[in-house]
């Protein structure tokens, strides 16, 4: 009885293998079906710049849970980050020391060979509980990247040359991944002038 039910699912694989138009369709109404039922928010686009004012202040940021990029984070997952110092503007204090900064795991990019680093995007910023400051006047994106070991690969690559197969046993040397902990400080821009 086995044989026959593996005989019969190996025909229907088959047939969607060599039918694309079919296999097609069952995924566009799949996916219609899935989409309709979640809630899907845009992001947030900046489209009021004024790149006649130059003026931007740093807001130092600092997460307020530690995370490593291997483990601990997925795309699209909150994070939150904390204001370490008061941002003044015009005399007016913008944004508190401790102060809470919601954020959004864009892209997470993965170590790479050749020491390569692995690189964390942070989007879609937005300050709890702040009349002075909206969306689009604060930066749009933060980059977060892990340790960068090109510096050590490459020389070392060259250095191996002479031996040709052992050069390319440097390609196995990974790059480090994003280890944040809140003690580490990061760096936003606040621009006053924008929209």
């Not at 913008?94 to 864009?106: M, N, S, T």
């Not at 390319?168 to 936003?188: A, R």
Request: charged share 25%; with cysteine; glycine share 6%.
């Amino acid at each position: 009885m086995n044989k026959i039910v593996k005989y019969i699912f190996a025909i229907l694989i088959s047939f969607i293998c060599t039918n694309p138009g079919f296999c097609e369709e069952l995924l566009q109404d799949n996916l219609v079906e899935i989409l309709k039922e979640r809630n899907i928010e845009k992001p947030y686009v900046h489209l009021n710049y004024n790149y006649q004012s130059p003026v931007k202040i740093p807001i130092k940021i600092s997460i307020t849970e530690k995370i490593k990029s291997e483990l601990d984070i997925y795309e699209g997952q909150e994070v939150r980050f904390e204001v370490q110092e008061d941002v003044i503007y015009k005399r007016k204090i913008k944004l508190k020391e401790g102060d809470i900064i919601k954020a959004r795991v864009g892209t997470i990019i993965k170590s790479g060979m050749n020491g390569i680093p692995a690189s964390v995007i942070f989007d879609n910023f937005e300050i709890e509980n702040s009349k002075d400051i909206t969306k689009g006047q604060i930066s749009n994106t933060l980059e977060v990247f892990g340790q960068d070991r090109t510096y050590i690969v490459f020389p070392l690559k060259w250095a191996l040359t002479i031996l040709p197969p052992t050069g390319s046993l440097t390609n196995f040397i990974m790059g480090g991944h994003v280890k944040l902990k809140p003690s580490k400080t990061l760096k936003l821009y606040y621009h006053p002038e924008w929209l």
